[in-house]
């Protein structure tokens, strides 16, 4: 053993050990060096998969894969404002009917109360409302 080494040295770059010290520091030496190349590997893996994500996003796929999204999002906004239109038109149409019935349905029930008079008792919906209301800027009664 060199001067100075008691168990295990290191001297220029080279271990230094006593043959009863030499199954340890093999031991510890074989353990570290498995460490660093699994962290070798894994920061491999990691550029690996951060240069496969980058070719990716900087490629053609997607660009296209981006592309299909926005042309279904533009599609489906196009077949939403469709459905709107024909919707308030029926909506509209719906509105239109539902005011005719009511008038006719009003002219009918004014049509009974002129012939039977007051016999002919009050429906509820049909009562002139417009009249019973307060103008507007006029206190009510």
């Known amino acids: 053993m060199p001067k100075?080494?008691?168990?295990?040295?290191?001297?220029?770059?080279?271990?230094?050990?006593?043959?009863?010290?030499?199954?340890?520091?093999?031991?510890?030496?074989?353990?570290?060096?498995?460490?660093?190349?699994?962290?070798?590997?894994?920061?491999?893996?990691?550029?690996?998969?951060?240069?496969?994500?980058?070719?990716?996003?900087?490629?053609?796929?997607?660009?296209?894969?981006?592309?299909?999204?926005?042309?279904?999002?533009?599609?489906?906004?196009?077949?939403?404002?469709?459905e709107r239109k024909v919707i308030m038109k029926q909506w509209a149409k719906r509105e239109e009917q539902i005011e005719r019935v009511i008038v006719a349905t009003t002219g009918m029930s004014g049509d009974l109360q002129g012939i039977a008079g007051k016999s002919l008792q009050e429906i509820d919906g049909l009562e002139f409302q417009a009249l019973e209301s307060p103008l507007p800027n006029q206190p009510a009664s």
């Open 4 to 82: 100075g080494v008691e168990s295990f040295d290191v001297i220029d770059g080279v271990w230094v050990t006593s043959p009863r010290g030499a199954l340890p520091v093999a031991t510890v030496l074989r353990h570290t060096l498995i460490q660093v190349n699994m962290a070798r590997q894994i920061s491999e893996g990691q550029q690996t998969k951060t240069e496969m994500v980058y070719e990716y996003l900087t490629g053609p796929r997607f660009r296209q894969r981006v592309e299909a999204i926005v042309e279904e999002f533009s599609s489906m906004q196009a077949d939403l404002e469709k």
